[in-house]
């Protein structure tokens, strides 16, 4: 005779299954992206493209032309205000060192630093230190991780790559 599965331990595989699955779809991305673009923010309910090379090489907070300068890498599109910023950007991806992609993925690394997965960083906070595009969420979480910038660096690079390691977060490809 065959086994058959009682209703109600059915109904509870369906329920403990449906968390699980939901939660799948929650998990965060490690490249920070709107819509698949990285370095973007949705700025008035408008999506904003900024130029992480004119942030880097620059120190400067530049709108990016998605239409005319554009490239993927690590699974999310980069965009540029001019030519000679997306050049650069793609030597940078063939050395397989791209100094430019934003630190921990573009979290907020002061979020990052104390385990916060979901704080994401922005663009006009960005801020190079040593050789890493830094965000944060707002200026004043900026102005708190310059305080300890070695230590906060280090826990939440640390906290990154053990989030990435166990599938905390999802790793854009």
Not at 20 to 27: E, G, K, L, P, V
Not at 79 to 101: G, I, M, P, Q, V
Not at 137 to 150: A, K
């Amino acid at each position: 005779m065959p086994f058959k599965t009682p209703r109600i331990l059915t109904l509870l595989c369906v329920l403990f299954a449906l968390p699980a699955s939901a939660m799948a779809q929650q998990m965060p991305d490690a490249i920070i992206n709107v819509d698949g673009i990285g370095f973007s923010r949705m700025i008035d309910g408008k999506l904003v493209v900024f130029d992480l090379v004119a942030a880097y090489d620059e120190h400067s907070i530049v709108e990016a032309d998605c239409a005319r300068f554009q490239s993927r890498v690590q699974g999310v599109n980069w965009c540029f205000a001019s030519a000679e910023h997306k050049t650069s950007f793609d030597a940078a991806t063939e050395d397989d060192r791209n100094h430019y992609l934003p630190f921990v993925g573009g979290h907020c690394a002061m979020g990052m630093s104390v385990g916060n997965l979901e704080a994401r960083g922005d663009p006009r906070t960005a801020v190079r230190i040593g050789n890493q595009l830094v965000l944060n969420g707002r200026f004043d979480v900026r102005t708190t991780f310059l305080q300890d910038t070695e230590r906060n660096m280090d826990n939440a690079r640390l906290r990154y790559s053990l989030a990435i390691e166990s599938g905390k977060l999802r790793v854009n490809d």
